[in-house]
């Protein structure tokens, strides 16, 4: 970045970064997806879905999924939350930021 604003005289508007390794997991527990809610200009809200590479979200979770985390079994509005499967029974758990930490311990 110092080299970009010598040359130019100020800070890139963006940097593209690229990851490369395998999906995050702990224990039997894989991410699959960060999903947040955001209002449109009507105010409905839509959930914009930022994936694992290679990992499908289903489509309940792309419409239907209105802050609900199955940890603490509490429905309210949240910045975001994280998708998770469980590699065992291959099953979805919606988990708050709050409670991750908490969940992923168990």
Same mark, same amino acid.
């Given at each position: 970045i110092m080299q970009y604003i010598q040359a130019h005289g100020r800070e890139p508007e963006q940097i593209l970064v690229s990851l490369t390794g395998e999906v995050p997991?702990? #224990? @039997? @527990?894989? =991410?699959?997806? +960060?999903i947040e809610p955001k209002a449109d200009e009507e105010g409905k809200v839509i959930n914009i879905l930022r994936a694992a590479p290679g990992q499908q979200v289903p489509d309940k979770f792309k419409r239907d =999924?209105? #802050?609900h985390c199955d940890h603490c079994c509490t429905t309210r509005y949240r910045k975001q +939350?994280? $998708?998770l499967r469980d590699k065992?029974?291959?099953?979805?758990?919606?988990?708050? #930021?709050?409670? $991750?930490?908490d969940f992923l311990r168990n």
């Open positions: 997991r702990v #224990g @039997h @527990h894989e =991410f699959v997806a +960060t =999924f209105q #802050g +939350t994280y $998708l065992r029974d291959s099953s979805y758990k919606v988990v708050g #930021g709050n409670c $991750l930490a």
